[in-house]
């Protein structure tokens, strides 16, 4: 472990923890969100579980983090149960069952343009609306595995709409970027833009529409959206204005329950989702082709680790591009990918002193903004999950008298016809979603996720490189500085060593610094002792909260007399 104050890398590149974690021993919650982590410790105070106050969370996060994720949006929830077995329920979106791979026209056949479409298409307004999953994700989680009844899970969140919360300078600053295309939404215009100016940090935000939306789903649960008055008013929507989503859609639309992908690193099981997410096989993928190398002695933040990380990246990508897709469409050839012999195969082909153009290893197969919540509870259940509406407002308009914001989850597909990726009728998005669960001799060892679209996945494993390779702490490994590359640009965070970046040009990378890379990350450790911890990082509104103490005995009575003296 090493002391709160900062980790120095190899490269002598020091940063400081911005937060501090969270430790206790009967529960912990870690959200991207104070009103939020406080709604799922509501739950677990209850005598719920760790289900139950997930769940709680993703409600709330609707209302506090709205302009990332809601019940029209989907996400993959990774759950560990008491009796250690691993459930990954997928919840994503699909296509509508009239979405065909010619539905766009794509403006460039490179990166990096290659997602764009003319008019924007399949990333704001009612095209780029895929058919919702979190809402069913959600109520399908707590029905089968939570113990509290939805209407008490919801209530936080309902709470939260209808009295208000104070809105955060980071989601003023959501706001600002994209106020072009809130104001030109009512719904979207009237609760963030009131009269034409974006809220201020400190201001109170009440949402009776969403109140009255959430109050419908406690009472009526996924139904509401699924066949009843919120899915109707969608409908009619998508009617009104060119877009594709029916009721057939909605009233179709199943969860899918899956395996994880279980990979293995210098003696930790490694457990993610599988395709159509792309952390499971990749995050394996990458630590395989890693392990090979001495990452602790080339040091954090070095430019030799980097480069390392680069490459594998682009391996990663260049194998994801052709191979990860809605595996009830295409074979994914997973056993492949996640091999120590392909891993081998790749590493023998890596230059430690070259920057790679990298083609897939895999034949070519036929056919951004996010939130994340970790909870674990006392008895062993954890959560990690991963949720969305895509892009940030996700596509930029609101169901009339519903206050729920669309999702633009179709700007996941590739837009050109005849690729893996493309557009198919019913079929679901592919995604960087990578809620993490690792275990060491069969125990859970830590758990964590992040927002970020396409540099989730990529984070995530370096965060695990950071615990085990690195022996950081935990709130060091989900602040400590990232690096990310799909093949295009290199780019670094800002406290990564200056002098880096001129020795990765001379190996052929082309640099680039950014702000941040990816979103903020939530994890919680599991020690021997049965203690728990819990951190999240500077990159969002990230609060851990602990669970200690407990109730009374059941023995304990007052004594009245006593009382009275």
Not at 357 to 386: L, M, R, Y
Request: glycine share 12%.
């Amino acid at each position: 472990m090493n002391s709160m104050p900062g980790w120095r890398s190899r490269a002598g590149s020091p940063f400081t923890c911005e937060k501090g974690p969270a430790q206790a021993s009967k529960g912990m919650v870690v959200t991207n969100h104070p009103v939020a982590s406080s709604a799922g410790a509501e739950m677990l105070l209850a005598g719920g579980n760790a289900i139950d106050a997930a769940i709680a969370a993703l409600f709330t996060l609707t209302v506090v983090e709205p302009m990332m994720v809601g019940p029209l949006g989907g996400g993959v929830a990774h759950i560990r149960l008491s009796d250690g077995r691993h459930i990954v329920m997928d919840g994503l979106s699909t296509a509508p069952a009239a979405a065909r791979d010619t539905l766009y026209r794509p403006v460039s056949d490179t990166l990096p343009d290659y997602q764009e479409t003319e008019g924007q298409a399949n990333k704001v307004g009612v095209l780029a609306m895929g058919v919702p999953g979190a809402l069913a994700g959600w109520c399908k989680a707590l029905s089968e595995h939570g113990t509290l009844p939805l209407r008490d899970v919801i209530r936080p969140a309902i709470r939260a709409a209808a009295d208000g919360f104070r809105v955060t300078h980071y989601l003023r600053g959501a706001i600002l970027d994209a106020a072009a295309d809130l104001a030109a939404d009512p719904g979207l215009a009237a609760t963030f833009l009131p009269g034409g100016e974006a809220l201020s940090a400190g201001t109170l935000l009440c949402q009776p529409e969403l109140a009255d939306s959430l109050r419908m789903v406690g009472d009526q649960g996924p139904a509401a959206l699924h066949g009843g008055a919120i899915g109707g008013a969608l409908v009619a929507h998508m009617a009104a204005r060119g877009g594709l989503i029916t009721m057939a859609d909605l009233e179709r639309y199943a969860v899918a329950e899956r395996e994880p992908i279980i990979g293995h690193y210098r003696g930790f099981e490694v457990l993610a989702p599988p395709p159509p997410s792309s952390s499971g096989v990749h995050v394996a993928q990458m630590l395989n082709i890693l392990e090979g190398f001495d990452l602790r002695g080339l040091g954090s933040g070095s430019a030799e680790t980097i480069h390392l990380l680069a490459e594998a990246l682009k391996m990663a990508f260049a194998d994801r591009a052709v191979a990860t897709a809605d595996p009830a469409f295409i074979k994914v050839p997973v056993e492949r990918l996640t091999s120590k012999a392909y891993a081998d195969e790749r590493r023998a082909l890596l230059n430690p002193d070259l920057a790679q153009a990298w083609a897939p290893g895999i034949p070519q197969a036929e056919s951004a903004n996010t939130t994340h919540v970790t909870v674990a509870d006392a008895a062993g259940n954890i959560v990690a999950t991963t949720q969305t509406i895509n892009s940030l407002f996700g596509a930029r308009f609101t169901i009339p008298g519903t206050g729920l914001i669309a999702n633009n989850y179709m700007f996941n597909f590739d837009p050109h016809p005849g690729q893996a990726l493309s557009v198919a009728p019913g079929k679901r998005v592919f995604t960087s979603m990578a809620p993490t669960i690792a275990r060491r001799d069969g125990k859970p060892a830590f758990a964590l996720g992040l927002p970020g679209g396409l540099r989730i996945f990529g984070s995530a494993m370096q965060t695990v490189i950071n615990l085990i390779d690195h022996g950081m702490s935990l709130q060091e490994a989900v602040e400590a500085p990232r690096v990310w590359t799909n093949g295009h640009t290199l780019e670094l965070e800002p406290t990564i060593a200056a002098n880096v970046d001129g020795h990765l040009e001379r190996l052929g990378h082309r640099v680039q610094r950014v702000k941040h890379i990816g979103g903020g990350m939530g994890a919680i450790r599991f020690a021997a002792d049965g203690m728990l911890e819990g951190a999240a990082c500077w990159r969002a509104d990230g609060t851990p909260v602990g669970i200690a103490g407990g109730l009374a005995r059941a023995d304990v009575r007052f004594n009245l007399e006593q009382l009275r003296r």
